[in-house]
Every structure is written in structure tokens, then in C-alpha cells.
């Protein structure tokens, strides 16, 4: 129930919502449709299996994109940043976090969980 599936920038992992305690975060829970949730906890441990490596250039390429607000993109086949891999998972179970959700920062997330009105889940 508070597992986490997670990517951060020594790869992806499984995780705890304890392993969290302490610091300053919320979790908000998205619109599932039935089957949703299962289909995008399997699209992250699809991840988890068959991408192992962070964006790092991907990364680059959107500090490039924010400091110079050029279009041009760039990354590595099978590689994701943490957001990107929270995109993709969601954009399979059909909830919309636009169009371009390969590139999504955390705050776009934040954004479409803000504007979405998802509800804050207590930990």
C-alpha cells in the first residue's frame, strides 16, 4: 500500500512513503478509471525492469531549453527523468499531463495534480 516505485538519479528502484518521513512533501492521488491504478503501477515496473539508466542528458537538454527558451531537445533512447518515467505511467493509465509528457518537469506535474484538483493523500 505505501510502495513506491521510483527514479531518481541513481536509477530506479523500489521505494517506501516512510522512507520519506521527516521531509516536506505531499502526495496527491490521481483521477483513476478502473483499471488505472494497475495499469500504471504496471507501466512504471515495466520501467523499472527495461530502462535502468537516469535522463542525465535529458536533463541537460531541458536546463538548455529554460536558460535559452530554444525548442530543441535532446536524450537517450530508454532513458527518462524522474517526471518523464511519472508521466509515462500516467499517460498509460489515460490520465493527461499533456502532450509532451516525456519532457515534463516536476512542476508541470505539480500543475496538471494542482489544476486536477487531486486529492492530498496523508501519510
Same mark, same amino acid.
Given at each position: 500500500?505505501? %510502495?513506491?516505485?521510483?527514479?531518481n %538519479? @541513481?536509477?530506479?528502484? $523500489?521505494? !517506501?512513503?516512510?522512507?520519506?518521513?521527516g521531509? !516536506?512533501? &505531499?502526495y496527491?492521488?490521481?483521477?483513476?478509471?478502473?483499471?488505472g491504478? !494497475? &495499469? $500504471?503501477?504496471?507501466?512504471?515496473g515495466?520501467l *523499472?525492469?527495461n530502462?535502468?539508466?537516469? %535522463?542525465?542528458?535529458?536533463?541537460?537538454?531541458v536546463?538548455?531549453?529554460? *536558460?535559452?527558451?530554444t525548442? +530543441?531537445? +535532446?536524450? &537517450?533512447?530508454?532513458?527518462?527523468?524522474c517526471?518523464?518515467?511519472?508521466?509515462?505511467?500516467?499517460?498509460?493509465? !489515460?490520465?493527461?499531463?499533456?502532450?509532451d @509528457?516525456?519532457w515534463? @518537469?516536476? $512542476?508541470?506535474l505539480?500543475?496538471?495534480?494542482?489544476? %486536477?484538483?487531486?486529492?492530498?493523500?496523508?501519510?
Amino acid at each position: 500500500r505505501s %510502495g513506491l516505485i521510483q527514479t531518481n %538519479g @541513481s536509477g530506479r528502484g $523500489a521505494g !517506501n512513503v516512510s522512507d520519506y518521513a521527516g521531509q !516536506n512533501v &505531499v502526495y496527491r492521488r490521481p483521477p483513476y478509471v478502473a483499471p488505472g491504478r !494497475n &495499469v $500504471a503501477v504496471q507501466a512504471m515496473g515495466e520501467l *523499472l525492469r527495461n530502462h535502468d539508466h537516469y %535522463g542525465w542528458w535529458t536533463i541537460f537538454s531541458v536546463a538548455l531549453t529554460l *536558460l535559452t527558451g530554444t525548442r +530543441f531537445r +535532446f536524450g &537517450v533512447a530508454n532513458c527518462l527523468i524522474c517526471s518523464g518515467a511519472v508521466s509515462y505511467a500516467l499517460t498509460r493509465a !489515460n490520465i493527461d499531463v499533456g502532450d509532451d @509528457s516525456d519532457w515534463n @518537469s516536476p $512542476a508541470d506535474l505539480a500543475e496538471y495534480a494542482i489544476a %486536477g484538483n487531486w486529492p492530498v493523500i496523508p501519510c
